[in-house]
């Protein structure tokens, strides 16, 4: 008689195991989905369409030249992100990063809206770290030195 009750205490406890597996793996997944930042190029965001807007999205690209117009009374900053072929009108709060500035590579993060322009939560400036010293009598071209500390030596 033994035998019967142990069989079903082994199923009891396989079943119980799944049920709790299932459960883990719901909470853990389940969750993840609303938590997930996107990094998109404007190109990829613009092919993205409708499906874009209302989501929390990071805008990789660059300052696009001529684009940045700055309210010091309000704070309020727009400007254009850039990847070369596309480009997306970006809305935002705040003070710039001290190195903000046009052709500056930039991450931001926010939302793409029905009026076709990102409202940035968050901005942050992408640099290089190109600079190398100099070698034992080598000859420094400050020129492409300040080139590179301003981040466009190519």
Known sequence: MSQPKTGRIKWFAVAALAVAGAAFAFIALGGLGENLVYYW??????????????ATIRLGGQVAPGSIQFDPGTSKLAFEVTDGKQNIPVRSEGVPPQMFR?????????TMTKEGHFTS???????????QAPHDGEKVDTHELMKTAEGVAE
């Open 41 to 54: 190029d404007p190109s990829e965001l613009r092919q993205a369409g409708d499906k874009a807007i209302g």
């Open 102 to 110: 046009e052709n500056i590579g930039v991450i931001v993060e926010g």
């Open 121 to 131: 939560s968050r901005l942050m400036v992408s640099h290089g770290n190109e600079y």
